[in-house]
């Protein structure tokens, strides 16, 4: 008897070293990761926090040079805000938008501000445009200098007796047949409706006059750095409006991404603040101890200080994406814990934390591989924010049930005071109806039946604007700035190459032709090109030898009509304009980024497309011609959405597969899927919840249902280890609580894909809390 009670001290002795060996481990391991996470985010170079919403998404890895257009185009207008002013009085209008320009330059946040245009980049325009005056015809002169150049001569004449035309004798003398007036003319309404006018590029919209301002962010309007200059630069439209009586719109990436960011930042707050307050609160009410809030609080903090310090390690940064559902995570690492703490608060003064390790450690274990195979899963999946999610997730997850396993028992030692469990009569009465037959039958079929009817009109929507917040007051002025400038941030493309630059510059002027009969039939409203605003050097030449048969063939014609002294002539040799020179001057800013330039053994460009109505017959057209691709990123990812919601769908089904195969090796087939079912009715009340709200489902929906399997099994597991105890039901009614907690203010986002995640999640594991008892074995 004495050797069986030294053997049982000797081998609790050997357990409590071995315990705390464990501890001294994972503590090292644990400030590894603060160490980690003080280096990324106190010292780093850059913000550890990524907003871009483009990088959530996978690139396109069928056609590089299709990615390189969408980074320039994308690069281009990310960068840019526009601005227009207007007011009572064309004086306040200038005026105010004068002080907004010295206004946005003394912020610090612009390489560059747009508004008056000053006289020596008038000038360099002006100049660089008159010297190459005999280069550049418009289709329209084209065709009358090839069929009947005499025609010039009249065009003259009526310019001249018309009182409008404001020809003037030096233009007359530069310029005697009056070509390059036609052709700059073009080119202005090619860039915009607005005129010069006292310097300020203005234009008259509904009655009213418009000043544009534009500007060129210093920094990505995405980074932390430029958003914060948001609140600056409504103090100065404030300020205009205050002194001038001036309106002012914006619009710009930077404003989308900023009330992004704040949106996510206040939902990160507000799911993780009333988390942990719940999470608080149940402790407190539960288990009337400092302890357990101490070690809840602590599983809690290790998992999101663990997840946060490798996820930044091995992508460099966290998406905003990521803090947003990794605050929710609170509600699910809680888990483990309350499965202790229960445990300790049953056992009252007989506790051993070492045996109340060993009573849950199988249950524990379990509920994180099955809750690892869903979230695992999705590092599949191409989508970079996917990755990043299901990575954060896992390690929170893995971190919080370390902690649990390596800390509790040398943390937890001393026993809580014995009493009752709370609401143990009604804990005790719920399990005991679950050895009646109708609840065991009716409340899974009843679930089934409520589910139908939403389930019967469930439609899919890809869309990846859902991933998006468009706020009514920006989309508003966007839509008014676009209406009175015809500036348009369209992102839909043909991607066209060339073996050189003009070949590229002859293919894209043969595409003009196509361009504008998709323009007369509506396919299109407009486009942008390079070729117009700068001809190929054949095309150069052709419209000089054009010019020069005109001064010899009309000179003297045009010199009786208007009685001059000589007849003009044209001594000017042939120089033609290379592409490569034309993007080196100030004139091609504007259109510079259309250049994508050499990839490969090729060159690049794109036609930017303005309002599409029949993307189709471009993108059959595109398809037909192997140098030409169409591109429209937000059509692609959409396309990506659907193709990998099957993906996660045919994921889900692998990882249940893998969950089954389990469950029957531990508990055999019949016990294995009465673990199982609870899961899946969840996931079916999940799907039919968001459907009966009138969302449409997404890739996000499938995605909950992994978090709804891998959590759902959880509470089935302990019962199926425990069988009917009330211990493991108030565990998993307060890990149910939390969860319920964390993934419904999901439901409350503006985000349209996080808010039909929420719901989905609330629903489904609501479902699988009330039907885990189904596991208990009899």
Known sequence: MLSKRNSASNNS???????????????????????????????????????????????????PVAELAFGSVSQNLSDKLVFLVTADSDENILAAANLLEESLLNTGLFRSVAGKVD?????????????????????????????????????????????????????????????????????????????????????????????????????????????????????IEQTLSETYQASTYHTGVLFYAAFGTESAKSEISTIGLFSLLGVVILIVGVFRSATPLALAVLSITVGLLSALALTTWIFGQVHLFSLVFG????????????????????????WDSQAGLKHIFIAITMGLITSLIGYLGMLIAPFPGLQQLALFSSIGLIAAYTTVVAWYPVLAIAPSKSRILPGQAMLTQWLALWSKKWIKMGLPIASLIMAAIPLANVHYDDDIRQLQTMPNSLKQQEQLITEVSGIQSSQQMLVVTARDDEALLLRLESLQLELNDWQKTGVLKGYQSLTQYISSSALQKENFDLITALYKQQGDLLMRTLKLAEAPTLDQPFSNITLQSYLKETVSDPVRFLYIGQYEDSVASVILLNELSAPEKIRAFSDDHADISYLDKAEEI????????????????????????????????????????????ACVVGLAAASAIGSALNLFNLLALILIVGIGIDYTLFFAEKARSSSTLLAITLSAITTLLAFGLLSLSQTHAIHSFGITVLSGIFVAWLLAPLAIKE
Request: with cysteine; hydrophobic share 45%.
């Open 638 to 681: 959409s396309s990506l959405f659907s193709t990998y919601r099957i993906k996660v769908m045919e994921l889900l089904i692998v990882a249940l597969s893998v969950i089954t195969l389990l469950l029957i090796k531990r508990y055999g087939l019949k016990h294995a899927f009465m673990v199982l079912v609870p899961s899946l009715i």
């Open 13 to 63: 002795s050997c357990n409590i070293v071995t315990s705390k060996k464990l501890a001294l481990a994972w503590l090292s391991l644990v400030l590894l990761f603060i160490a980690m996470l003080a280096k990324q985010w106190l010292w780093a170079t850059q913000s550890p926090v990524e907003t871009n919403i483009l990088k959530l998404l996978p690139k396109n890895q069928q056609d």
């Open 119 to 235: 006289t020596e980049k008038q000038n360099e325009w002006a100049t660089f445009y008159f010297n190459n005056r005999f280069h550049q015809l418009t289709s329209e002169q084209r065709e009358r200098l090839i069929n009947v150049p005499s025609s010039q001569v009249q065009l003259v004449v009526q310019a001249l007796y018309n009182p409008f035309s404001g020809v003037t004798g030096n233009e007359l003398s530069n310029d005697p047949f009056l070509l390059f007036r036609d052709y700059l003319s073009l080119l202005t309404r090619q860039h915009s409706t607005f005129e010069l006018e006292r310097g300020y590029l203005s234009t008259q919209y509904a009655g009213k006059k418009y000043v544009l301002v534009s500007a060129t962010l210093k920094d990505s309007p995405y980074s932390l750095k430029a958003q914060q200059g948001v609140k600056e630069i409504n103090s």
């Open 327 to 350: 605050a929710s995570l609170i509600g699910v690492s809680i888990d483990y814990a309350f499965h202790y703490l229960t445990e300790r608060l049953w056992a009252g003064e007989k």
